[in-house]
Every structure is written in structure tokens, then in C-alpha cells.
């Protein structure tokens, strides 16, 4: 299965008033409703990818922003975040970290061998999801 396709748009930050969140610049442009990493030299915000270094696959939360390189920007790392509609997820559906740069996937199957596997959340209704994110600690062999 492809990467969620996600609308930047519709990319909502949760509502629930205990959500939290970590700000910092990126170090790379990032759109709304993508998974990022703290970079730990220079504590910038990159796009996380499972089939990076395992500093790239240690997702901090989501973007609730858009931002440009240099821009700083807001990532919600628990609770429930809306996604919106085009990303068309199902609830009860698990969602992971994809190989490519900061997106989202529905299948771990999708992981390639030597990838790390991390688990973001759940969705708990067609355009929501729940952020559970998971330390990646084992390589999808």
C-alpha cells in the first residue's frame, strides 16, 4: 500500500487541551501531517524515514504546520490530531513510519528489509489519528 495521502490543508492540531507539543526551526522544509526528528547536533527538525540512520527513525510527532527551512514550526506528539479526509485512513487502522521522508503508511508491510519499523498511532475515525509513537528499536528483517 502507497504513503497516506495527506492535504496539508486539512492537517488539524488536536482539540482536547492536553495535547503537547515541541517546537523548534527545521532544518528541511516540512508540510502539515508529516513525521519529523530532532536533529541532535544542531537540534533542528527534519523529516523522519524508516529507512534512515535510527536517529532519522526516532519520531518526536507530527507536524501541525507547514514550514519552510529555517521557519519554526509546531509538532503535536500525543493524543488525537486530525489528518483529514484525503488521507482516508479506517478506524482501528495502525499507522506507521514510511521509507520515504516524513510520510505516513498503513502497512508495516510496506517496511523493506534493514528499515526500522515504528509505529505512530492509530486511527480512530476516517480522517483522525491517535499518536502512540513507538521508540524504533528493532530493523524490519
Not at 509538532?75 to 499507522?95: E, K, P, R
Request: charged share 10%; glycine share 10%; net charge negative.
Amino acid at each position: 500500500m502507497a504513503d497516506l495521502a495527506t492535504a496539508a490543508a486539512e492537517v488539524l492540531a488536536g482539540t482536547a487541551g492536553s495535547e503537547t507539543y515541541q517546537y523548534g526551526i527545521m532544518g528541511e522544509g516540512g508540510t502539515a501531517g508529516q513525521a519529523v526528528y530532532r536533529v541532535a547536533a544542531d537540534s533542528t527538525l527534519k523529516l523522519a524515514q524508516a529507512d534512515g540512520t535510527l536517529a532519522e527513525a526516532t519520531v518526536i510527532g507530527v507536524l501541525v504546520c507547514s514550514a519552510v527551512t529555517g521557519q519554526r514550526a509546531a509538532v503535536q506528539t500525543n493524543l488525537t490530531f486530525t489528518i483529514g479526509a484525503t488521507a482516508s485512513v479506517t478506524g482501528g487502522a495502525d499507522i506507521w513510519l514510511s521509507e520515504t521522508a516524513g510520510e505516513l503508511t498503513l502497512t508495516a508491510a510496506d517496511i523493506t528489509a534493514s528499515s526500522y519499523v515504528v509505529h505512530i498511532g492509530v486511527a480512530n475515525a476516517s480522517d483522525q489519528i491517535v499518536l502512540d509513537i513507538a521508540v524504533p528499536s528493532v530493523v524490519h528483517a
